[in-house]
C-alpha cells in the first residue's frame, strides 16, 4: 500500500477528507439558499424556473454538481465507518454525558447525519429526478417588453420542444420545465412540509458540531480566528442557513 493510500485510510485521513468533503458541502449550501430564495418572487415562477434551467444545464455547474453528489457519498460512507472504528475502539459508554447542546450533537452526528441523509434522498427524488426524467408540467411567459406584464400559459408534453428563449415582436417568450409549480405541490403535503423542518433542525446540529470541528482537524484553531469560525458556525451555517431552507415549505404550506 503507498504513503498516499495508507495516509487516507488512517483516523486522521478520514478525518481529513470528512472535513474537506463537509466544507465543500457547506459552500454549497450557501449558494443553493441564495439560489432558492428566488421562491418567495412574486412571479409565478418565471425566476426560479430559469435559475433551475442554469443550474442543471451549464455545464461548469453540472461538474460541480457530479462533485457534490460524490461528496455526500464519501461523506456518508466516512462518517459511518468513523463511528464504526470509533465504537470499537470504546465499547463501554462515557458513564456520565454532557448536557450541553454542542457536546449531544457531537454524540449524536451519527443519528443527525442519518436524517439528512433520508431527506436528501427524499428531496433528490421529489425535484432533482423528476425534472430530468419525471412528471414536472411546462409553462411558458410572455413578457411586453414595453409594458413589464407577463402573461403564464401551461403547456402539453407535445407543445413543449425544449427549454426556449427568444424575443419575438417585442414580446419575450420563454418555455420552461415547471420547476416552481412542482415545488409548490410538493409543500403543501404536511408530511414532506414536516420532513423539511425536522430534516432542518437535524442539520442545524449537525452543523453546530460539524463546521468548527473541520476548522479544528485542519489545524486551523488559533485563537485570532477561532471567534470568527465560531460566529459563521453558530449564526450562519446552524441558525440562518437552516431557517432559510426552513421557511420555503412553510410559506407554500401556509401561503
Known amino acids: 500500500m503507498s504513503n498516499f493510500s495508507k495516509t487516507f485510510s488512517s483516523t486522521l485521513g478520514k478525518k481529513l477528507i470528512m472535513c474537506l468533503t463537509g466544507l465543500f458541502l457547506c459552500s454549497f449550501l450557501l449558494i443553493h439558499l441564495i439560489g432558492n430564495f428566488q421562491l418567495f418572487k412574486d412571479d409565478a415562477g418565471l425566476a426560479f424556473n430559469e435559475y433551475a434551467y442554469f443550474m442543471t444545464n451549464f455545464p461548469p455547474i453540472k461538474v460541480v454538481s457530479y ?66 426524467w419525471g412528471t414536472t408540467p411546462y409553462i411558458e411567459y410572455r413578457t411586453d417588453l414595453n409594458t413589464g406584464v ?26 420552461a420545465k415547471d420547476l416552481y409549480k412542482a415545488v409548490a405541490f410538493s409543500f403543501q403535503q404536511l408530511w414532506i412540509v414536516a420532513l423539511y423542518v425536522a430534516a432542518m433542525a437535524a442539520l ?26 465560531n460566529f459563521l458556525g453558530v449564526w450562519v451555517f446552524s441558525v440562518l442557513v437552516p431557517i432559510g431552507f426552513a421557511a420555503m415549505p412553510l410559506y407554500f404550506f401556509f401561503k
Open 67 to 132: 462533485l457534490l453528489y460524490l461528496s455526500i457519498l464519501v461523506h456518508t460512507i466516512w462518517a459511518i465507518m468513523l463511528t464504526q472504528k470509533n465504537k470499537a475502539a470504546r465499547p463501554i459508554s462515557y458513564a456520565k454525558k454532557g448536557g450541553n447542546g454542542s457536546i449531544w450533537s457531537s454524540r449524536n452526528m451519527g443519528i443527525l447525519g442519518t436524517m439528512i441523509f433520508v431527506f436528501i434522498a427524499v428531496h433528490m427524488s421529489n425535484f432533482w429526478y423528476n425534472y430530468h
Open 150 to 175: 407577463t402573461q403564464v400559459k401551461e403547456l402539453t408534453e407535445a407543445e413543449f420542444t425544449g427549454h426556449l428563449s427568444y424575443v419575438d415582436n417585442g414580446v419575450q417568450i420563454i418555455k
Open 204 to 229: 442545524a446540529f449537525h452543523l453546530l458540531h460539524g463546521f468548527q470541528s473541520a476548522f479544528q482537524t485542519l489545524g486551523w484553531n488559533h485563537s485570532k480566528y477561532k471567534p470568527l469560525i
